[in-house]
């Protein structure tokens, strides 16, 4: 393999990251992935490790029960296409990043592609938010609103700097210097975003890369420590009278101080379409179980692609006008469960918690541990997300890319080790 050959696939691998993230069109995006897919198919010829397959395969599963689901539902044909590209982008996404990682073949090249285009993507966060925002008047919705409201890319990019600091076979970047400025464009960035995903999200992937994520001794201890500071948290929030049109810092409070309840809460003023906006994943999920109520038979196998959700008034949820039956659900457990069931759902979670399982394989490989770990914090990323911007169904992220990367990388690493005994 000649050096311009070696280089065209980091480079690819930026570009896919930057494909999904930046071309919003979940129709467009889904069909230049999967044009690159079916590339890499023929040139790979469609090599799946046996094991990675197999998980592969639960995912298709849940796409077969939703297809099946929608038979007896009669949707539109609209409303069935957009649904299964929701519920195939995923797979389509694992499928790129397990080939392009096969075709880089080398973790630490990974790493350095995420790292530095993590920065890149933090500089230029930076700077839009100095050019672009009016700080005299801002608020948190609209500091997010002009500058986006997250990227995952820069959470991954804190956690190898992280993992490199722990395992020197990894530390991409050697230069201190270099290191720490990569870490203050990294914060501030992240700091700018005033995001609870990613604030939890972070911690989950440090914790993870650190290997701390397990439920061992030495896992819970953290475990309990980061409960505790919850707890802390959580009980001077609901003590100090926050206001939601204070400043920027005071809105980013109440927003943690209403996260619990908007998920979670069982009280809901349906009378009151303001007060719903605080809890509105709650009431997402409430009118969802109303329409599953209908029959037992929808607990089974779900309304399949292509049903939507009746939220009972029209609500200003697009740009385009007010919404009142819409096709995604924040809660990913209540998306998978409306359109597949407690079938696809159980599936779902077998996915999400055989990935997390990835950790506790036994070995003194330094690439299998390393790898392990992060398919167990990207699992434990997904399964916390899963909770309040769809999860793995989540059409703007790029963390089923990056299974894909991880799920290749580790698995690999098992073959050459075998191959050693």
Request: hydrophobic residues 50%.
């Given at each position: ?11 690819l ?9 930046e071309?919003i069109?979940?129709?467009?995006n ?21 094991r ?5 395969s ?14 007896f ?56 938010t100095?050019?672009f925002?009016?700080f005299?008047?801002?608020?948190v ?9 997250g ?21 991409v ?25 990613m ?25 309990l420590?980061?409960l ?8 001077y ?8 049109q ?17 998920i ?47 939220l ?9 006008g ?9 809660n ?17 979670l ?48 790029e ?23």
């Amino acid at each position: 393999m000649t050096l311009a050959t070696k280089k065209i696939w980091p480079f690819l691998l930026v570009v896919f990251l930057i494909t999904q993230k930046e071309i919003i069109s979940v129709e467009i995006n889904t069909i230049i992935l999967l044009i690159f897919t079916g590339f890499f198919l023929v040139i790979n010829q469609g090599r799946i490790i046996k094991r990675d397959f197999e998980i592969l395969s639960i995912l298709v599963l849940i796409i077969g029960i939703g297809v099946l689901s929608a038979i007896f539902n009669n949707p539109s044909a609209f409303n069935f296409i957009r649904d299964l590209l929701y519920f195939t982008k995923p797979v389509i996404l694992i499928l790129l990043g397990y080939f392009i990682a096969r075709k880089i073949n080398n973790g630490k090249i990974v790493f350095k592609v995420l790292i530095y285009l993590g920065v890149g993507y933090a500089v230029y966060h930076i700077l839009h938010t100095f050019i672009f925002t009016d700080f005299k008047n801002a608020t948190v919705s609209t500091i997010r609103g002009i500058n986006g409201l997250g990227n995952s890319i820069e959470m991954y990019s804190i956690a190898l700097i992280i993992l490199g600091n722990k395992y020197p076979e990894f530390n991409v970047i050697s230069n201190k210097k270099t290191k720490h400025l990569f870490l203050l464009f990294l914060t501030m960035s992240f700091i700018f975003y005033f995001s609870r995903t990613m604030f939890v999200g972070l911690i989950f992937l440090i914790l993870g890369v650190l290997n701390y994520l397990k439920l061992n001794k030495k896992g819970l201890k953290y475990l309990l420590l980061l409960l505790t500071m919850f707890i802390g948290l959580y009980a001077y929030l609901y003590s100090t009278e926050i206001n939601r049109q204070g400043g920027a810092l005071e809105s980013f409070l109440y927003k943690l101080k209403m996260a619990p309840g908007e998920i979670f809460t069982p009280k809901l003023d349906l009378d009151n379409k303001a007060a719903l906006w605080d809890h509105w994943r709650a009431y997402e999920a409430y009118c969802a179980f109303e329409s599953l109520n209908e029959s037992p038979v929808n607990y089974i196998n779900g309304k399949g692609f292509g049903a939507l959700v009746d939220l009972k008034f029209p609500a200003p949820l697009s740009d385009e006008g007010n919404l009142r039956y819409i096709p995604i659900l924040h809660n990913g457990y209540v998306f998978v469960l409306y359109k597949t069931g407690i079938m696809g759902l159980l599936l779902y979670l077998v996915f999400l918690f055989y990935l997390y399982y990835q950790a506790y394989q036994k070995t003194e490989n330094i690439e299998i541990k390393i790898f392990g770990n992060l398919l167990s914090a990207t699992s434990a990323y997904i399964i916390f997300s899963s909770l309040i911007i769809t999860g793995l169904y989540n059409k703007e992220e790029e963390i089923a890319l990056l299974l894909g990367v991880f799920l290749f990388l580790k698995s690999n690493a098992n073959l050459k080790e075998k191959r050693k005994l």
